[in-house]
């Protein structure tokens, strides 16, 4: 399977024209993702989001991504919060 492009165009010197496209190097298949492990036994270990005020955990289907530019306001993104 061919990766997609990220641009196709027609690259012109002088009176000859020919078509070019870019594609990406690296696909999603060949991305290499590292685990975080234990160091004494080995195994995975996972994250735990706790909510700063209630000192609990966050159920996932609770958890956003957003980020604080002032000390009162919020920025939520609900395509980012989609993907976890």
């Not at 990766?3 to 060949?30: D, N």
């Not at 290499?32 to 995975?44: E, P, V, Y």
């Amino acid at each position: 399977m061919a990766a997609p492009s990220c641009m196709e165009s027609i690259l012109r010197i002088g009176s000859v024209a020919c078509g070019v496209k870019i594609i990406g190097v690296v696909t999603e298949a060949e991305k290499i993702r590292f685990s975080i492990l234990n160091r004494k036994t080995g195994n995975k270990v996972r994250s735990v989001y706790v909510d700063e005020e209630t000192n609990e955990q966050g159920p996932a289907d609770q958890q956003i991504k957003g980020t604080k530019p002032t000390k009162m306001t919020f920025l939520w993104s609900s395509r980012m919060s989609s993907r976890l």
